[in-house]
């Protein structure tokens, strides 16, 4: 059974960074999708960045374009979101997300594991 366990979150100032870490564990499969997602208050989960596992090829939202990174260290089963030049708008729980295909999608509904989230809040 695949897990997934984000950390990193907190509170920071705009203009400010944070790095995300989502750690996974128990994945047997070769092809899979990587994403990181976010929900603020008040509206739907929303696709950050999208990586795949076999190509890295990789998909940002339009929103975060040019400010945050994802990365991978395959050693530690980690992914990483490198968050820079927050914004209040950024405000959200982030979660990262995992989809047995070789597939790239932005839709939460075809992910099948997903991590508890963490907190995200930016003061202006």
């Known amino acids: 059974q695949v897990q997934l366990a984000e950390s990193g979150g907190g509170l920071v100032q705009a203009g400010g960074s944070l790095r995300l870490t989502c750690v996974e564990s128990?994945?047997?499969?070769?092809?899979?999708?990587m994403a990181w997602f976010r929900q603020a208050p008040g509206k739907e989960r929303e696709f950050v960045v999208v990586?795949?596992?076999?190509?890295?090829?990789?998909i940002y939202a339009d929103s975060v374009k040019g400010r945050f990174t994802v990365s991978r260290d395959s050693s530690k089963n980690t992914v990483y979101l490198e968050m820079t030049n927050l914004k209040p708008e950024d405000t959200a729980v982030y979660y990262c997300?995992?989809?047995?295909?070789?597939?790239?999608?932005?839709?939460?509904?075809?992910?099948?594991?997903w991590g508890q989230g963490t907190q995200v809040t930016v003061s202006s």
């Open positions: 997300a995992l989809r047995q295909s070789s597939t790239i999608s932005i839709t939460t509904g075809l992910y099948e594991y």
């Open positions: 128990g994945r047997t499969f070769s092809n899979y999708i």
């Open positions: 990586r795949s596992g076999n190509d890295g090829r990789t």
